[in-house]
Structures are given as C-alpha cells and as structure tokens.
C-alpha cells in the first residue's frame, strides 16, 4: 500500500514548527477543554465529527489526530476507513470510554488508543511519541 501525505503536509509553516493536532469529539465541552490544555504545547485544531476531520486532513493536514470513536454523523470508524481508502499518512490516537470500540480502532490501524476518562499528561506522551516532543 502507497500512503501518500496531506498537501501542504511538506510545506513551511508558521506556527513555529510545533506539531500540527487535530482533536476529533462531539462533545463540544471536552473538544474545549482538550484544546485549551493542548495549546500551550501544539497548535491545535477541533474537528466536530469524522466528517468533518477528514476534510480537514486532506485540506490542511494533521501531524497527529486525537480522535473520539462513538460520534453521530461520521464515527470514528467512518474516519479510520476513509483515511485508509485515501492512503493518508495521519497517525491517530483512538479516545473512547468502550474498551471493545478501542480493540475495533486498533484493528482500523490506529496509532494509539487512550481509555476515557484519561489525564492530558497521557495524552501528550502519546503525541509525543508519535511527532516528537513540543517545544514549550
């Protein structure tokens, strides 16, 4: 299988070559308050719905997506399959409180899962691991 990469995903940037996330929930409280506390280190973007994600990684790219796997609209799955039937490079960090739907996401190819509730200094050894660490 031949990935390719987002446009722009090798382009120069402007945010100070922090990493690039892209976090995925419905729950717009929770989509909030993780990209408050992620912004100190990334430059953070939200996404509502794995409709929505996917247009924004083919638009703009992502260096890592922190994405909720039960979402009405286009679930998490929805955005594992299209990444996959696109042959986008986008490595994913699958959020859910269902174990079951964790072992799903990681036979859709995901990078990483993360077991909800979960602290935010998990989350970002995660990211890290995946894109490096941010400079603060």
């Given amino acids: 299988m031949n990935f390719s990469f987002p446009p722009g995903a090798d382009e120069p940037r ?3 070559g922090r990493p690039r996330v892209l976090i995925v929930e419905d729950n717009v409280p929770l989509r909030e308050i993780l990209a408050t506390l992620l912004e100190a280190r990334y430059e953070v973007e939200t996404a509502e719905n794995g409709e929505s994600a996917i247009a924004h990684v083919q638009q703009t790219g992502a260096d890592v997506v922190v994405l909720d796997i ?4 286009a ?5 594992m399959l299209c990444l ?18 964790l072992r799903d996401a990681r036979r859709l190819g995901v990078a990483d899962t993360l077991h909800k ?5 998990d989350l970002e050894s ?3 691991l995946l894109v490096g660490p941010a400079q603060a």
């Fill in 117 to 121: 509730p979960f602290r935010i200094r």
């Fill in 70 to 73: 039960m979402m009405p609209v």
């Fill in 14 to 16: 402007d945010d100070g």
């Fill in 126 to 128: 995660k990211i890290d």
């Fill in 84 to 101: 996959l039937a696109q042959e986008l490079a986008v490595p994913v960090i699958a959020m859910s409180a269902r174990l079951a739907m």
């Fill in 75 to 79: 679930d998490g799955r929805f955005f």
